[in-house]
């Protein structure tokens, strides 16, 4: 992989965040990188999805930086940091099950960065053009989640940020999700992926971080997880 493809997309330093006088993350510190699979893992209520709701401005950071591409992010709201390229598919999909599938797909054209459904995204996802006109509320929910992932595409992100996936789909579906991310990360985008499934996360990851108590514990090279004991780790 070229060293451009390796540059660090994303840069978090010591990122703390509370919901009143609770502290949720505790400093957290990393890196995600253009081209590659960055998986965070950890048992529930660790912080995970706080730390990617944070990082798209859902929640205020307390203390800490967020850098993507270089520009410092500081106190940016959602639809800003969208504008910056941040794509985000939260966990439960939130799609809109009123409008159709195109209209959610469009609903990522809020950044400005693109005007029409790429290709790609119909390519990638070929349900979501079979069902372009049916309403999102009649999907499956393997079909939802990949509506909230091309809805992301629509934004033009340089990293995607996915709240676990696989949750509630069927196995099908997951593999073909997994091969858009794979192929996604392969093109040059940066993923940060929250899972909870770890043969998922493993079998893509080209790094790891592991979450306790809102710290990141461990990290590594995801060809190592095995080796590194993270299953252990993230076991219930």
Same mark, same amino acid.
Request: proline share 4%.
């Given at each position: 992989?070229?060293?451009?493809?390796?540059?660090?997309?994303?840069?978090?330093?010591?990122?703390?965040?509370?919901? &009143?006088? @609770?502290?949720? *993350? $505790?400093?957290?510190?990393?890196?995600?990188? +253009?081209?590659?699979? %960055? /998986?965070? #893992?950890?048992?529930?209520?660790? &912080?995970? @999805?706080?730390? *990617? $709701?944070?990082?798209?401005?859902?929640?205020? +950071?307390?203390?800490? %930086? /967020?850098? #993507?591409?270089?520009?410092?992010? &500081?106190?940016?709201?959602?639809? $800003?940091?969208?504008?910056?390229?941040?794509?985000?598919?939260?966990?439960?999909?939130?799609?809109?099950?009123?409008?159709?599938?195109?209209?959610?797909?469009?609903?990522?054209?809020?950044?400005?960065?693109?005007?029409?459904?790429?290709?790609?995204?119909?390519?990638?996802?070929?349900?979501?053009?079979?069902?372009?006109?049916?309403?999102?509320?009649?999907?499956?929910?393997?079909?939802?989640?990949?509506?909230?992932?091309?809805?992301?595409?629509?934004?033009?992100?340089?990293?995607?940020?996915?709240?676990?996936?696989?949750?509630?789909?069927?196995?099908?579906?997951?593999?073909?999700?997994?091969?858009?991310?794979?192929?996604?990360?392969?093109?040059?985008?940066?993923?940060?992926?929250?899972?909870?499934?770890?043969?998922?996360?493993?079998?893509?990851?080209?790094?790891?971080?592991?979450?306790?108590?809102?710290?990141?514990?461990?990290?590594?090279?995801?060809?190592?997880?095995?080796?590194?004991?993270?299953?252990?780790?993230?076991?219930?």
């Amino acid at each position: 992989m070229a060293d451009e493809a390796k540059r660090a997309m994303l840069q978090v330093s010591g990122l703390s965040q509370a919901y &009143g006088g @609770s502290q949720i *993350l $505790r400093g957290v510190d990393f890196e995600a990188h +253009a081209g590659q699979v %960055t /998986v965070l #893992l950890g048992r529930n209520g660790v &912080g995970k @999805s706080t730390l *990617l $709701r944070t990082l798209m401005g859902i929640h205020a +950071a307390r203390a800490g %930086t /967020v850098t #993507l591409d270089g520009r410092v992010l &500081g106190g940016l709201p959602p639809n $800003r940091r969208a504008e910056a390229g941040i794509g985000y598919v939260p966990q439960g999909r939130e799609i809109f099950p009123r409008l159709t599938v195109e209209e959610n797909l469009r609903i990522g054209f809020a950044t400005g960065r693109m005007h029409m459904v790429p290709d790609q995204v119909y390519e990638m996802f070929p349900v979501l053009l079979e069902m372009r006109h049916r309403r999102g509320g009649d999907l499956s929910g393997g079909q939802q989640q990949q509506l909230a992932i091309g809805r992301a595409l629509c934004t033009r992100p340089k990293i995607l940020l996915l709240d676990e996936p696989t949750e509630g789909i069927q196995p099908s579906v997951i593999k073909d999700i997994g091969r858009v991310i794979r192929r996604l990360a392969d093109e040059g985008l940066a993923v940060l992926l929250v899972e909870q499934y770890y043969d998922f996360a493993r079998d893509l990851a080209d790094a790891y971080l592991v979450m306790d108590r809102g710290e990141v514990v461990a990290r590594g090279d995801g060809r190592r997880m095995d080796a590194d004991g993270v299953r252990a780790m993230v076991s219930v």
